[in-house]
């Protein structure tokens, strides 16, 4: 069983995932933006225990949206250890992919020979958070034990798998193809001495989702598709190379969280008609991005026969998608689901199959 706390994480992403005897092994995915912490994240925790024990913290790519409450989770762990005190949270493993990690496995030295253009870059305040909010991760990782992506031993990129407690852990993104890209983008920064290659990036979020950690995650025959805010045209490039797609038939996960919160920048016809889910996550808000795009669900909905069940499901009252849902609905099985404002998180549970 598989059950999923999908928190309010308004424009970002922020769950639980739970597996095992009465869900006792937790990872937490990503920690929404920094608010996000203290409002929902925190108290969350608190509820799994004396300290609140966590398997694995999985920071999907740097971008203030899914990296900002884990920078205040990682800030309190380590003020703690500081001042002597317990840990208030007990965490056993950090899987998280720094830029610089990922450039350095192509090419070795050069992030050092750009970091200085990037520290001045980063006083910008459009790039700065990103940047700042990935080096304060990876320096907190050292002293709390955490860094190595252990049992990966290295980035987590396509191909990487990994056995977590009766949980398979596949990951399907980042390829060579994007990590090449970012290569690439630092190879001119420092051929034209212009952090503004890399940094531009920052400001559109190019270079923080090429980098995007995609996690197909498969405990007692049940399956979740976790795709952080890579493209959908890398997932499915992934899921080609590691032989889960052949073009034959749709590839069909039990869970399937939408990329980058159901953007229509991110995803096409092809990537719904190729992946097929009974449960689609978003993860948004509708407040700061227009996000789910109604093209987004128009496409989702038309991948699917008119007579065939799934759930879509919203982390937040958006009226503008439940109206377009509502009207994509009209003869057709799917149902719908909204987390309810008076919850902190959105529960969703992946049972044995009968």
Same mark, same amino acid.
């Given at each position: 069983?598989?059950?999923f706390d999908f928190l309010d994480a308004r424009h970002g992403d922020c769950?639980?995932?739970?597996?095992?005897?009465?869900?006792?092994?937790?990872?937490?995915?990503?920690?929404?933006?920094?608010?996000?912490?203290?409002?929902?994240?925190?108290?969350?925790?608190?509820?799994?225990?004396?300290?609140?024990?966590?398997?694995?913290?999985?920071?999907?790519?740097?971008?203030?949206?899914?990296?900002?409450?884990?920078?205040?989770?990682?800030?309190?762990?380590?003020?703690?250890?500081?001042?002597?005190?317990?840990?208030?949270?007990?965490?056993d493993a950090l899987w998280f992919n720094s830029v610089e990690d990922l450039?350095?496995?192509?090419?070795?030295?050069?992030?050092?020979?750009?970091?200085?253009?990037?520290?001045?870059?980063?006083?910008?305040?459009?790039?700065?958070?990103?940047?700042?909010?990935?080096?304060?991760?990876?320096?907190?990782?050292?002293?709390?034990?955490?860094?190595?992506?252990?049992?990966?031993?290295?980035?987590?990129?396509?191909?990487?798998?990994?056995?977590?407690?009766?949980?398979?852990?596949?990951?399907?993104?980042?390829? +060579?193809?994007?990590?090449?890209?970012?290569?690439?983008?630092?190879?001119?920064?420092?051929?034209?001495?212009?952090?503004?290659?890399?940094?531009?990036?920052?400001?559109?979020?190019?270079?923080?989702?090429?980098?995007?950690?995609?996690?197909?995650?498969?405990?007692?025959?049940?399956?979740?598709?976790?795709?952080?805010?890579?493209?959908?045209?890398?997932?499915?490039?992934?899921?080609?190379?590691?032989?889960?797609?052949?073009?034959?038939?749709?590839?069909?996960?039990?869970?399937?969280?939408?990329?980058?919160?159901?953007?229509?920048?991110?995803?096409?016809?092809?990537?719904? +008609?190729?992946?097929?889910?009974?449960?689609?996550?978003?993860?948004?808000?509708?407040?700061?991005?227009?996000?789910?795009?109604?093209?987004?669900?128009?496409?989702?909905?038309?991948?699917?026969?008119?007579?065939?069940?799934?759930?879509?499901?919203?982390?937040?009252?958006?009226?503008?998608?439940?109206?377009?849902?509502?009207?994509?609905?009209?003869?057709?099985?799917?149902?719908?689901?909204?987390?309810?404002?008076?919850?902190?998180?959105?529960?969703?549970?992946?049972?044995?199959?009968?």
């Amino acid at each position: 069983m598989l059950t999923f706390d999908f928190l309010d994480a308004r424009h970002g992403d922020c769950f639980l995932v739970h597996w095992g005897p009465s869900g006792e092994r937790v990872m937490l995915v990503d920690g929404g933006p920094g608010g996000v912490y203290g409002a929902t994240l925190r108290g969350r925790l608190r509820q799994l225990g004396d300290p609140p024990h966590v398997d694995v913290v999985c920071l999907s790519h740097v971008d203030d949206d899914h990296a900002g409450g884990l920078v205040r989770l990682f800030r309190d762990m380590r003020q703690a250890q500081q001042d002597g005190e317990a840990l208030p949270y007990a965490v056993d493993a950090l899987w998280f992919n720094s830029v610089e990690d990922l450039v350095d496995r192509r090419a070795p030295g050069l992030s050092a020979s750009v970091r200085p253009l990037m520290e001045r870059a980063a006083a910008d305040a459009a790039v700065g958070a990103s940047y700042r909010q990935g080096r304060d991760i990876r320096n907190a990782a050292g002293p709390l034990h955490l860094d190595g992506n252990v049992p990966f031993g290295g980035p987590l990129t396509e191909g990487a798998e990994a056995e977590l407690a009766d949980l398979d852990v596949t990951v399907v993104a980042p390829d +060579e193809q994007a990590v090449r890209e970012l290569e690439e983008r630092w190879r001119e920064a420092k051929a034209r001495e212009d952090p503004g290659v890399i940094t531009a990036g920052y400001t559109d979020g190019s270079v923080p989702n090429l980098s995007s950690i995609v996690l197909l995650l498969r405990h007692e025959g049940r399956t979740a598709l976790l795709t952080g805010d890579a493209r959908g045209d890398r997932v499915l490039a992934g899921l080609r190379e590691l032989g889960l797609l052949d073009g034959a038939e749709p590839f069909h996960v039990d869970l399937l969280k939408l990329p980058h919160h159901g953007s229509g920048r991110n995803v096409d016809t092809d990537f719904f +008609e190729q992946v097929r889910a009974d449960h689609y996550v978003i993860s948004a808000d509708g407040v700061r991005h227009h996000h789910p795009d109604e093209e987004t669900l128009r496409m989702l909905v038309g991948s699917r026969d008119p007579d065939e069940e799934y759930v879509v499901h919203l982390t937040n009252h958006i009226p503008f998608a439940e109206e377009e849902l509502a009207r994509l609905g009209e003869g057709r099985a799917f149902g719908v689901d909204v987390r309810d404002p008076a919850g902190q998180a959105l529960l969703i549970t992946i049972g044995d199959r009968p």
